[in-house]
């Protein structure tokens, strides 16, 4: 039996760097600036690294990583990308038996276009994620203690076929939603009591909860009324807040690097800040280590919270969704304390 099956998108990345974008500011752009090429210009581009991400594939390694017993599913096309995809995750000891092929559409594609100063752009095209389908997984070969959902493709079926699955079988479930499954969640609340981890950023915290984004008391008010589990908000540079319906606990980010034993070994150039992959590594590194335990309290909420914050911290220093995440065995426990967590009851 598996530890923990994984369940989402997969892509291929393709990181270019190098390129002398002209910075511009435009009141229609969604964040008043943004970056220009001359038109029907040939730009050189310095570097190109080519790498694979997704939900579904970036938590299943770091599942992997953390020590527990993984599959993944997710759904590429009939083409080099997917194989690409699929011959990483073999490599990483991720079962792969429930993975589906797409002849119609090509696998998932992302262009992220990095600019000197640390900031990105991405072009991203759906591909075969769009198309998962829940139709082609056949019940009996689910076999894991855990379920973790991320983006499920456009069919909200995919979803309540999950949901379903937690009804029958009581198996425990933790997600990481995508846009779909936030607006199902939001148009069908009483589900969200099937949830026995909930995570998500603050933004989408607010979508979710019709609460200001800055009222975090009133969201997870809100949150802890419908979902019976943990609920975990992200909020990017100021940390992480989590609560249990009891407590409510925040923590500030960290720097990886006081807790590890050994440097990893990456090349000099993969060496830059990125935050791509840095929250499916925060969600995935916290499931892991509440699976590892088998019991969700006060003091294993802390400690999922500290392992989190660093494996996440690692992967945003590094190119890439995959490149900085951590072996559980690289990580100094005994350190962890020196993370604190601030927790006041609700």
């Known amino acids: 039996m598996l530890d923990v099956l994984t369940i989402g998108s997969a892509t291929r990345d393709a990181f270019f760097k190098g390129i002398n974008f002209l910075i511009v500011e435009d009141d229609r752009l969604i964040t008043k600036k943004g970056i220009c090429l001359p038109l029907g210009a040939k730009i050189t581009v310095p570097s190109v690294y080519f790498m694979t991400g997704g939900g579904a594939t970036n938590t299943a390694v770091v599942f992997k990583k953390m020590g527990l017993k993984t599959g993944a599913i997710f759904r590429v096309g009939k083409d080099v990308s997917g194989e690409t995809i699929k011959r990483e995750m073999i490599k990483e000891g991720i079962e792969l038996n429930l993975v589906q092929e797409d002849r119609d559409k090509p696998t998932a594609y992302s262009v992220i276009l990095l600019t000197d100063f640390g900031e990105r752009t991405i072009l991203n095209y759906k591909g075969a994620n769009e198309f998962f389908s829940s139709k082609e997984i056949p019940v009996k070969k689910i076999n894991a203690r855990w379920l973790f959902l991320g ?196």
């Open 151 to 346: 983006s499920l493709g456009k069919n909200p079926k995919n979803l309540e076929f999950f949901l379903g699955l937690k009804k029958r079988q009581g198996i425990k479930m933790a997600i990481n939603p995508g846009k779909y499954e936030l607006s199902f969640l939001k148009n069908y609340p009483q589900f969200l009591s099937l949830f026995d981890i909930f995570i998500c950023n603050q933004e989408e915290a607010s979508y979710l909860s019709d609460v200001d984004y800055l009222k975090e008391g009133l969201i997870f008010q809100k949150l802890d009324s419908l979902i019976n589990g943990i609920v975990v908000m992200t909020k990017g540079k100021k940390g992480v807040s989590v609560s249990d319906g009891q407590y409510l606990y925040s923590a500030r980010i960290v720097n990886y690097r006081k807790f590890i034993k050994k440097p990893l070994k990456v090349e000099k150039e993969l060496k830059q800040p990125d935050a791509t992959g840095a929250g499916d590594a925060f969600a995935a590194t916290f499931t892991s280590f509440l699976i590892k335990k088998n019991v969700i309290n006060e003091k294993n909420i802390e400690e999922a919270m500290r392992l989190a914050l660093i494996n996440s911290s690692s992967v945003v220093n590094f190119l890439g969704a995959k490149t900085g995440i951590l072996d559980w065995k690289n990580i100094q426990k005994n350190k962890l304390n020196q993370i604190k967590i601030k927790k006041i009851k609700l």
